[in-house]
């Protein structure tokens, strides 16, 4: 079954307003990575996620990884029309493992 | 370079009919994974090739499912006697060797089954 889980499942803003999805994990991850898919389109990579702790900054897109590896965040700041899509996390549960699960996703929609 | 192709883009099958879906890796790509994406949904796990060796199926959701990657490079999911369940989008990724590397996706073949 789904041992990732992502919130919320859609989100509608004005463009320029801050968007956040949250990924939890019910067992400790290896590592996490986020991964955006357009309508239409395939999921493309953004960021990795390895150490506890650990945030990385992207333009306005900020991704973090909780203390525990067990949850993350991507934040977007100041949204825009460009950044219409699905987001994905995907951890590896299993350390050594290659397997990805992947949440189910937050749909952003954008308001111009 | 090119990317990750994967034909046909579209496949539509009656119910109880066999298809194979081709997956191109990038060149060099050791990694190949198999994701089934239903409508609304993340893609879910199928299989893993290390080469042309199958290192995890877990995710083959029957023994209908078969993929195999013989020469490690050019790969082939096959679906014996589909069922409509089996309506998804399949996707193809690869990556270099190692757990730490992205995944490079594919298009994706849209399975329909009537």
């Known amino acids: 079954g789904q041992q990732v889980m992502q919130i919320p499942q859609y989100q509608h803003v004005q463009e320029g307003e801050d968007f956040t999805t949250y990924c939890n994990s019910s067992?400790?991850?290896?590592?996490i990575q986020w991964y955006k898919q357009r309508p239409g389109g395939h999921p493309v990579f953004l960021i990795q996620?390895?150490?506890?702790?650990e945030v990385k900054k992207q333009k306005r897109l900020t991704f973090q990884f909780g203390e525990a590896k067990k949850n993350s965040s991507l934040h977007i700041t100041a949204t825009q029309t460009t950044d219409v899509g699905t987001y994905f996390c995907?951890?590896?549960?299993?350390?050594?493992?290659?397997?990805?699960?992947f949440g189910q996703g937050t749909r952003l929609t954008i308001n111009p | 370079g090119a990317g990750v192709s994967q034909s046909p883009r579209y496949k539509v099958a009656k119910r109880g009919q066999d298809v194979a879906l081709r997956c191109d890796p990038i060149?060099?790509?050791?990694?190949l994974f198999w994701y089934q994406q239903a409508l609304g949904q993340g893609p879910e796990f199928l299989t893993y090739?290390?080469?042309?060796?199958?290192?995890?199926k877990s995710g083959l959701p029957s023994d209908r499912f078969f993929a195999e990657r013989p020469e490690g490079s050019v790969s082939t999911l096959k679906i014996q006697r589909t069922q409509q369940e089996d309506s998804a989008v399949y996707l193809c990724?690869?990556?270099?060797?190692?757990?730490?590397?992205?995944?490079?996706f594919g298009p994706g073949t849209r399975l329909t089954v009537t």
């Open positions: 990724a690869s990556s270099l060797e190692g757990r730490n590397y992205e995944q490079y």
């Open positions: 067992t400790t991850l290896s590592n």
């Open positions: 996620l390895v150490k506890s702790g």
């Open positions: 995907a951890g590896r549960i299993i350390q050594g493992a290659q397997k990805l699960v």
């Open positions: 060149s060099g790509h050791v990694s």
């Open positions: 090739f290390q080469n042309e060796a199958q290192l995890d």
